[in-house]
């Protein structure tokens, strides 16, 4: 089973390894009509090649469009294919922007990336429509099935629907005190002697509740002296499953049962790559609005153009948050434990207008060029707040297992300023146990909907 499981793995893999090459070869042949090397520019064209095969391969792995995994769950994998192509362009982009010497054609870029999506929809839904064919080559794979209750007939049920595995029960093995629900094989008892002359199987599938692991030591010592390979079906309930799960700890082999998307690569590593990209241009392209803007804040009042405060942002470190300054000077103290409010007497009347449409919060592109928030996340409170809101509010402190942003999934659903703390924590745990990438860009634009409309204003 295991070695089926392999073949048709690895063939897919490979396939979908092999796209990056298959796509810049069409896209040169429509940009350059050759599919040789002899094209200007042939070296950058091959540095951009390498780094893109690099970035795919990682891509297609942490969505999973190079694994058999989720190819029978979905119905045509566009958005998984299309989250490692968006993946693998903006690593791109990221490339030209920070290697100007590399000179490569936009459309280029953008028709190879096209082009690396439909491929990658076909063959997976190639693989997926062939898996039953006869194309593939197949042996009907002989199983001994351990277990004999509803556990066992379930999971013989499941087996047999993975299309491109084709086997049979030879027999059950029953454990002590087990129930047989079983009719379809021949049941032997785990107190018998296991001939292996007799049984003539290929694999042993394990397949029994937790309540009867205690009962497999003896099992086991048999099922070994027939030399073949034991698998075992696990059941974590409808909310777990294995993934990236199990990890090596020393000796010991441990699993982690909450795991998050907030503690995973493309969290870690895309969503960085994107908050890195996008504010350093955001600085660049804004540049003239920060000017107004500062130069609106000093002559508008008294006092510094930008406002600094401690805030507390991922692991609860603190770090000093950056805003055009909307209000009249007051002391630390106070700015550091009053709460703002609609209509608050102490804003200007320019800093009442920056409120409206959140252009305050514009610098804070600073603090996510040096990795201190993100674009999206749960927005960073005082630590006065954090501590008082810490002992109100039950896990109110998961909110800093993720970065802090700009912007967040609670804001852009209307809980900003001075609203429900409560409801607030609940958007924010909501966006850190369903994070994806798409869900940033969602609030991204809806964000950018709110700042036009001054539909937050406070």
Known sequence: MMSRVYVYNLS?????????LFSFAICGYLKFGTFSLNIPGRPHYLILFLFTEIAWIAAADYSKISTVADLFWEHTGIRAAFFACFTTLLLQTGLLVFVRQLVISRTFLFVSNLILFLSVVVARNFFRLTSASTIWPRKCEKLLIVGTDQYA??????????????????AYLQLPGQAVLVADAPVI????????????IDEVVVAVPPSSYPDLSTALESLEDLGK?????FDLGPRLSFGSKLFQAGRLQMMNLAISPVES?????????????????????????????AALVKFSSPGPV???????????????????RTMHCSSKTESDVLWTTRNDPRCTVAGAVLRRFSLDELPQLLNVVRGEMSLVGPRPERPYYVAKFGEDFDKYNMRHRCHV???GWAQVNGLRGDTSISDRLQYDLYYMRNWSFGLDLQIIFRTAFVAFTGANEY
């Open 12 to 20: 897919l893999r490979v396939l979908v390894y092999v796209l990056p």
């Open 153 to 170: 007939k379930r999971y013989v049920k499941l087996l047999r629907r993975i299309p491109f595995f084709d086997c049979t029960v030879e």
């Open 189 to 200: 008892s785990v107190t018998g002697r296991l001939n292996p002359k007799v049984l003539n």
């Open 229 to 233: 390979p034991i698998r075992a079906v």
């Open 265 to 293: 690569f493309a969290y870690t590593v895309v969503k960085r790559a994107f908050d890195l990209i996008a504010a350093t241009l955001g600085l660049i392209i804004l540049s003239p609005v920060f000017l107004a803007i």
């Open 306 to 324: 930008l406002f600094r405060q401690e805030r507390i942002g991922r692991h609860g470190k603190s770090f000093t948050l950056l805003k055009f």
């Open 405 to 407: 942003g700009i912007t």
